[in-house]
């Protein structure tokens, strides 16, 4: 009974693997010769007369956050509506105390003034 679990038990093992010993190749065989020219910063064609690193506001995180969190939610309640005429009841309310949970969510957010485009 266990059989077929050891096959991916050795899956388990070896794929943590495989990626490193592709990333410890190509480390070994990339060309190691620094200059300045390819040390400068490059950005879209043009040379940066200064500093490259610049402070981003958190406010755009924030924005990214809220889009992630919506955008994955669609992706739970597509399937749940494609299949809601054939869902039992329990299924339905469960849908719809998860859409409860975003609205709060999108209110709370709202109030907060995450949403303000400064």
Known sequence: MAEPWLLVAFFFLIAPLL???????????????????????????????????????????????????????????????VAYSALPIYAVVEGILFIGILAAALIYIWKKGALVWR
């Open 19 to 81: 990626p490193a010993a592709g990333i410890f190749v190509a480390g070994l065989l990339a060309p190691k010769k620094p200059n300045p020219i390819k040390e400068s910063t490059y950005e879209c064609g043009i040379e940066v007369p200064d500093e490259s690193w610049v402070q981003f506001k958190g406010h755009y995180y924030i924005f990214v956050l809220v889009y992630l969190v919506f955008d994955v939610e669609v992706v739970f309640l597509y399937p749940w509506a």
